[in-house]
């Protein structure tokens, strides 16, 4: 077991991030850096290559000037160059086809986190992103394991800069039975970005090794020196979000235990993170909900966006659970857990319609074969003319008919449908039909992904991807 060295305070506590105009004036972890126009372009000497899931992709010497704050802003700017590249080169196949997506998108965690058994080394706090690009930019007060820290920032260019619709879409207001929620204050799409926020905390969610004597033994503890290292302003938003635990804990773990949204796992460390944020950690629950949150490693930051239509003065909604777990076990996990009964329509008709719409989509989803960038069903249809040409489309629109009447659009096996839908009649060569349901899995990949993950493309021409006429071809 590793133990804390107090007296060693440098290798566990490190400084507070300084903001712009504290300090003494010198460049520290958290200046602002003015950007540049004088960046290197792809092409030039020196410029970096960037895979997105390589977390220790060595830097070459050439690639910026000398300064570590430097080298972020600036390999920032390459990064934009080449990821504005990849998001519009379109992969082809030998005959220039456009290639239809395929397999899973990355799915966001949609489980607010509780605390593992897992014993890892010692804690340590810190601040990240390491440096700002833009005056006013917040930063995230971390408790993260050993070695998590030095993993994210070898992140070429890490931290990427952010953006957030203008102007804003979303206010914080009071909810009538509801507490406080987020409410559009403009039409939203699915797919569209509600807003980006970077966490005001950030943790692994585990038990970290500390001697049994130590003040440091309760989680409660270690909670609570990450909140004294806030800045006045975030220190006060924490303090505004509900504890919905009451006197039965620590009131810093029970704002962490209300608040705290699954972000998955980060670089450096397998087990799961959580993060409390300013804005996000507001949003209601709804066993239906039209949004989804997904963290960003490179950008640091939390985004929200609708996998569901939203109404100017409609709620913005999440979900806490497990959604299709029956309606009675939903019941019993956000009342044992959030104190609270939820009273969505799928839960207040009362009604086993929903309860069995959803099992069916349980079972289904258990039952699909599907992997990662191969699926059996379509391909067994597309080879055997045996089957009929509508098979592929009464089940998928039998599905997607459930999804529908639930209003259940999280996750990757939605956007499976959809590209199924797609495919098929991209085989059948329906264009209106390829190109309709080819938009809705643009819209449904952007909300799960960030980006439209190559559909877009597909979109423009159908009649030139690689699933066009496959039906319509002699074997």
């Not at 460049?27 to 977390?55: C, D």
């Not at 909900?289 to 100017?312: C, G």
């Not at 497990?322 to 839960?347: G, I, M, N, V």
């Amino acid at each position: 077991m590793t133990t804390l060295d107090l007296e060693s305070s440098a290798k566990v506590f490190e400084p507070r991030s300084l903001r712009p105009g504290q300090g003494n004036g010198t460049m520290q972890r958290g200046s602002f850096v003015p950007l540049s126009k004088n960046y290197i372009t792809r092409g030039s000497p020196g410029a970096v290559s960037y895979h997105p899931h390589s977390y220790s992709h060595p830097l070459p010497l050439s690639a910026a000037p000398t300064s570590p704050v430097m080298n972020s802003a600036l390999l920032s700017l390459i990064h934009q160059i080449q990821l504005h590249d990849s998001n519009h080169r379109v992969t082809t196949t030998s005959r220039d086809k456009i290639k239809v997506p395929s397999g899973f998108l990355p799915s966001p965690e949609h489980y607010r986190p509780a605390i593992s058994k897992d014993i890892i080394p010692t804690p340590l706090w810190t601040t990240l992103p390491h440096c700002i690009l833009r005056e006013g930019e917040p930063l995230t007060d971390c408790l993260l394991r050993a070695g998590m820290k030095e993993t994210i920032l070898s992140i070429p260019g890490f931290p990427y800069p952010y953006t957030n619709p203008s102007p804003q879409r979303y206010k914080i207001k009071p909810i009538r039975g509801k507490g406080i929620g987020m409410v559009a204050t403009v039409d939203i799409d699915v797919g569209d970005l509600i807003l980006v926020e970077r966490p005001l905390v950030l943790m692994a969610i585990t038990t970290y090794a500390v001697p049994p004597e130590s003040y440091l033994q309760q989680p409660a503890r270690l909670q609570e020196i990450l909140i004294e290292r806030l800045q006045r302003q975030e220190y006060e938003e924490f303090f505004a979000l509900h504890n919905c635990k009451g006197n039965t804990r620590p009131h810093i773990q029970g704002i962490f235990d209300t608040n705290s949204i699954g972000i998955g796992r980060l670089p450096g460390f397998d087990g799961q993170c959580g993060a409390v944020c300013k804005d996000i950690s507001r949003v209601n629950h709804s066993c239906s909900p039209n949004a989804e949150w997904r963290f960003d490693v490179e950008t640091f930051t939390v985004a929200l966006r609708a996998i569901a239509p939203i109404k100017n003065s409609e709620q913005v909604f999440v979900s806490y659970t497990d959604s299709l777990r029956p309606r009675a076990e939903r019941q019993k996990h956000l009342l044992e857990r959030y104190k609270f009964e939820c009273t969505c329509p799928s839960c207040a008709s009362g009604s086993h319609k929903s309860d069995e719409a959803r099992m069916t989509l349980r079972l289904i989803n258990e039952g699909d074969k599907c992997e990662d960038h191969d699926d059996p069903m379509l391909r067994d249809w597309v080879h055997d003319r045996t089957k009929p040409d509508d098979m592929i489309l009464v089940k998928c629109h039998k599905t997607i008919d459930l999804l529908e009447s639930e209003k259940y659009y999280r996750g990757a096996r939605c956007v499976l449908w959809y590209q199924r839908l797609a495919k098929a009649y991209c085989a059948l060569e329906d264009e209106d039909n390829a190109r309709k349901w080819v938009q809705k899995a643009a819209k449904l990949a952007r909300a799960n992904t960030g980006h439209d993950a190559g559909w877009d493309a597909v979109v423009k021409n159908p009649k030139n991807t690689d699933w066009w006429g496959l039906r319509r071809v002699k074997p």
